[in-house]
């Protein structure tokens, strides 16, 4: 699977859009987006994947660069629940293939 | 979406014994994932659990540590076996939904080994 690299940390204030990057400059062309998110202490929740095309569904959007090398997910209205650690992953899409998590960006969403 | 469920939700054990911890899925899939989440660290994938066949374990984790098994298409269990303070983790069930490309979550099992 393709490596990638996410901001540490990043804050964002409460009502306002939240946009995590994620470089992906060794995806390859069947490898899709996935972002996945775990609020503390449980289990991570699927947000969102796409290949090329931009997504949107009701929990944020997925900005894909038109080479595909890198993504951003936005939140457009962060609440306070939305404090967690988001992780990007990279690979083929089906349903035989594990999940490789990195270190992930921990979005805290302030008042 | 597949809705999974683990027992216990956490427990405290003593060094030397064992524990297994069951994941159930609402509905039949095919492989079944094992993570461990250390304090403070991202997941990590122990085994994956085909029903029928010997769990394939990555890299660092052995059978002997964490037999696993997968008797049908909905259950799965992971044994922790001669536990040490080391292995005081979050451990996470996770399977993919039925015709779907994306992977869903147990809670998780909070082990502490004292």
């Known amino acids: 699977d393709a490596k990638t690299t996410q901001p540490t940390s990043m804050d964002c204030a409460e009502g306002r859009a939240a946009n995590l990057p994620c470089n992906h400059s060794?995806?390859?062309?069947?490898?899709?987006v996935y972002w996945y998110r775990q609020i503390h202490s449980q289990g991570p929740q699927y947000i969102i994947h796409?290949?090329?095309n931009n997504e949107t569904n009701e929990m944020a959007s997925l900005i894909i660069t038109e080479d595909r090398k890198s993504s951003t997910l936005i939140l457009p209205h962060a609440t306070l629940r939305d404090t967690a650690v988001y992780y990007c992953i990279v690979r083929p899409r089906g349903s035989n293939y594990k999940l490789t998590f990195g270190k992930g960006t921990l979005l805290t969403v302030n008042p | 979406s597949a809705v999974i469920s683990q027992k216990p939700s956490r427990d405290i054990c003593q060094r030397g014994t064992s524990l297994t911890i069951q994941c159930q899925v609402d509905?039949?899939?095919?492989?079944m994932f094992w993570y461990r989440q250390q304090p403070g660290q991202s997941l990590t994938l122990i085994a994956t659990?085909?029903?029928?066949?010997?769990?394939?374990?990555e890299s660092g984790f052995v059978i002997d540590k964490f037999p696993i098994s997968r008797p049908n298409l909905t259950f799965s269990t992971l044994t922790v076996s001669n536990m040490s303070p080391e292995d005081s983790s979050i451990y996470l069930c996770?399977?993919?939904?039925?015709?779907?490309?994306?992977?869903?979550f147990g809670p998780g099992t909070r082990l502490t080994v004292l």
């Open positions: 060794t995806i390859s062309g069947n490898e899709y």
């Open positions: 996770s399977a993919y939904g039925q015709g779907r490309s994306e992977q869903f």
């Open positions: 796409g290949l090329k």
């Open positions: 509905s039949q899939v095919t492989m």
């Open positions: 659990a085909n029903q029928g066949s010997e769990a394939t374990y």
